[in-house]
């Protein structure tokens, strides 16, 4: 689904990533620009994080100038350079 052609009134716009939130921004419902909103997704890792954003960012078609690229980080894989599952795996089973 693209909307970038023909944007509804509070559709997502632009996403952040801080740490392990996500921030979607949505463009004002009434069509103004002073009241836009917007929401936090927490999520268990950064990477997850960003997982999601790419999901918003294709679902909704938000110009990518506006999303957040992931930088590669060497605790996203184990010591053997296998990347690691996005959300954290439990040991004490």
């Known amino acids: 689904m693209n909307n970038t052609a023909n944007p ?3 559709t997502p716009i632009a ?3 801080v740490d ?4 979607v921004w ?10 836009s909103h917007r929401f936090t997704i ?5 990477r997850q994080a960003y997982a999601l954003a790419k999901v918003w960012q294709d679902t909704w078609g938000i110009d990518p100038r506006y999303c957040p690229q ?3 980080s060497q605790d996203d894989c184990d ?3 296998i990347p690691r599952p ?3 795996m439990r040991s004490d089973f």
């Open 8 to 10: 509804y009134k509070g």
């Open 79 to 81: 010591p053997h350079g």
């Open 86 to 88: 996005l959300i954290p």
């Open 20 to 23: 392990n939130t996500l921030t």
């Open 42 to 46: 927490q999520c268990l890792t950064v």
């Open 26 to 35: 949505l463009s004002s419902p009434t069509g103004d620009s002073t009241d």
């Open 70 to 72: 992931q930088e590669t």
């Open 15 to 17: 996403l952040q990533v």
